[in-house]
């Protein structure tokens, strides 16, 4: 509890602030202060994500109204916005998002190495972020979204080739004022996360304070531990993409899993069998499994799985081929001693059975 409100005091630590900052040179201290050796980690992201789609969805609206007049010219900005919007959320590549500048932010990274067969990489982002209400109302409508926004865009792009081909009338230009509505609609609440102020955040602070328990207390036989607390984890996870970029050659998917605490709040626990945007990804079947099993084992019936739609750590890690999960506490409220702790005992018991079960036919290191 103690370290969860030593992180939340650090107010305002979205992407890229100075208080993000002051909250990476904290995190480093507690970590050394463990007797682990820890660094901090610059990197260079762009986190004005808001900015980037609500730029994709006016001009989206721009070819949706020149398709009216010049179908192709329509077609072509239509899909140009759509190919880049798909870019920029799939963690692909940025686009328009080089146009936004860029922030300075940092990673903080503990490892060690005693020669063990394995690494577990415990992550959680301490970034915290923006408390756009806007864009909280769209996500309670919509669910998702970034799926709406590319799925709005795909509807007008295919009622502009409709167009190109020869197909015009009244209702054409109905169906395409559907989606083209939806965008205008988007448009207030993409701008507003450009706007807010980064809340408190005590869940992701919760995370966060449970990783540094976890890389204090575990000790695993087939393991190294390490522990990555990353910043920008708000804007498509660009703290820990950065990390794995960084880290690519020295991360063997065979013998590395990555397990991403995303928040702890005043929830049951819960873990992800597919995490990420638009087309969740699967996370490794041996990691649900084992949590599953522990969720049997304890008799919880909050704990389970679930399809987890946020771009965090774990997104990253699968997308990059490394045996990764993500677990976290849904709640708004501030986690309570009882909710750190069921955290703690859930994550050290899955490192556990893996380092149980898993460990013994890893491969000695070279």
């Not at 309670?140 to 509807?155: E, F, N, Q």
């Not at 004022?177 to 102020?197: K, M």
Request: a neutral charge.
């Amino acid at each position: 509890m103690a370290e969860t409100a030593a992180l939340a005091a650090h107010t305002g630590r979205a992407a890229g602030t100075d208080a993000e900052r002051r909250a990476a040179v904290h995190l480093r201290e507690r970590l050394q202060s463990t007797g682990r050796e820890a660094a901090l980690q610059p990197t260079s992201i762009r986190p004005r994500f808001g900015l980037t789609h609500a730029i994709h969805a006016v001009v989206a609206i721009v070819g949706s109204v020149t398709a009216a007049g010049s179908p192709a010219l329509g077609a072509a900005i239509v899909g140009a916005a759509t190919l880049s919007a798909f870019l920029d959320v799939a963690g692909f590549l940025h686009v328009t998002r080089r146009l936004t500048g860029t922030r300075a932010s940092q990673n903080v990274e503990s490892t060690e190495d005693e020669g063990k067969p394995g690494t577990l990489v415990l992550t959680a982002a301490y970034d915290a972020p923006r408390a756009s209400g806007a864009f909280a109302r769209a996500k309670r409508i919509l669910r998702d979204p970034w799926l709406a926004l590319l799925g709005a865009m795909v509807a007008i792009l295919v009622c502009c080739i409709l167009r190109i081909i020869g197909i015009d009338s009244q209702g054409l230009t109905a169906i395409q004022f559907i989606p083209t509505v939806l965008l205008i609609l988007l448009i207030p609440a993409f701008v507003d996360i450009e706007l807010a102020e980064a809340r408190e955040a005590r869940p992701h602070a919760g995370a966060a304070a449970t990783v540094l328990r976890l890389g204090d207390e575990l000790e695993l036989e087939h393991f190294d531990v390490w522990v990555v607390l990353t910043g920008a984890e708000q804007p498509f996870g660009l703290g820990m993409g950065a990390w794995l970029r960084r880290r690519r050659n020295g991360l063997d998917r065979e013998s590395t899993a990555v397990l991403h605490v995303d928040s702890v709040g005043d929830g049951p626990v819960r873990y992800a069998r597919r995490v990420g945007p638009l087309v969740p990804l699967r996370c490794h079947r041996d990691l649900v499994r084992l949590c599953g099993e522990i969720a049997e084992d304890a008799g919880d019936d909050g704990a389970g799985a679930r399809i987890d739609r946020r771009p965090n750590g774990a997104a990253a890690a699968i997308a990059r081929g490394l045996p990764a999960i993500s677990v976290f506490c849904y709640g708004e409220a501030g986690p309570t001693e009882k909710a750190l702790d069921r955290a703690f005992a859930f994550c050290a018991e899955l490192a556990r059975r893996l380092d149980a079960e898993v460990g013994p036919d890893l491969p000695g290191k070279g």
